[in-house]
């Protein structure tokens, strides 16, 4: 029984996921209010379920992969709790939500890898997988582009220079909310093409997957993802710190392109 509970825990901590990046990222009230209810909600039945557990197993610690995994999610979900409790504020949540809920992920499938129903439905989720994470890198290049003319642009108007070349850039403040709207679609669009990919690799490679190069990689493209849209809505970061930030995201990006030689599961083959 404690599965039933632990995938009812894994489906509210993804909603929470979901909820916690307009929370947070887009500062909506609305959003606050769903957030916290779900992950309440999620915590208890993980409580439940890691409880009976322990009961059916008759042990008072986890052992193996997938019980560490459960318990170490637990833990976080429980830590970000507690921040929210004593300081009201749901920030970490747009760290704490999604890793909870990758690290529940494998372990709520149960000891049977999931298979899907057929090829052409594995297929699918592939293609899905695939275009969310090339659209993310497309957006990132699109707002390293709108930062670097941003930066351009007021260095023309600070030097009080011609127009010349450059007439044909937009005003500063259409090319900072491109920058800014493409940052954000871009890491909507990895947040969904890396829990997508979980789910697929899973069948084949379990917990293993999360130790693929290019997976790490990716993940840690994420979190810098992460921290720069924090800074830039905390800041109001522009111009050069805001291409740095944005050139780092890049950076990284090309280096998990390149894993694709080195990873096990990504291999751009003709075969």
């Known amino acids: 029984m404690y599965l039933l509970w632990l995938r009812v825990a894994a489906v509210l901590y993804g909603l929470a996921s979901v909820s916690a990046l307009p929370a947070v990222l887009g500062d909506r009230p609305r959003w606050r209010r769903v957030c916290m209810p779900l992950t309440i909600g999620g915590w208890f039945f993980h409580f439940v379920a890691f ?27 429980t830590v970000f709790l507690l921040i929210w409790m004593r300081y009201r504020t749901i920030s970490f949540g747009v760290f704490a939500l999604p890793l909870a809920f990758l690290l529940i992920l494998v372990p709520a499938i149960g000891a049977d890898k999931y298979s899907f129903s057929s090829s052409m439905v594995r ?71 890396l829990l997508i990919g979980s789910l697929i690799a899973q069948e084949h490679m379990g917990a293993a997957y999360f130790l693929d190069p290019k997976v790490v990689l990716s993940f840690v493209m994420w979190v810098l993802y992460l921290v720069i849209l924090f800074v830039r809505r905390s800041t109001g970061l522009r111009g050069k710190r805001a291409v740095y930030l944005s050139s780092a995201v890049f950076l990284v990006m090309l280096c998990v392109w390149a894993a694709n030689l080195f990873s096990s599961v990504h291999r751009f083959t003709t075969q």
């Open 51 to 77: 409880v009976e557990m322990l009961v059916a197993a008759h042990r008072l610690m986890p052992v193996g992969m997938h019980e560490v995994q459960s318990t170490l999610s637990l833990l976080i979900v």
């Open 123 to 193: 297929s699918g989720w592939i293609a899905t997988h695939v275009t969310l994470l090339l659209a993310a890198y497309a957006a990132l290049i699109f707002s390293l582009l709108a930062s670097l003319f941003y930066l351009a642009q007021e260095r023309r108007l600070k030097n009080r220079q011609s127009p010349g070349f450059l007439e044909w850039l937009p005003p500063l403040d259409t090319m900072e909310q491109i920058a800014q709207t493409t940052l954000v679609l871009g890491f909507y669009c990895m947040t969904g093409g």
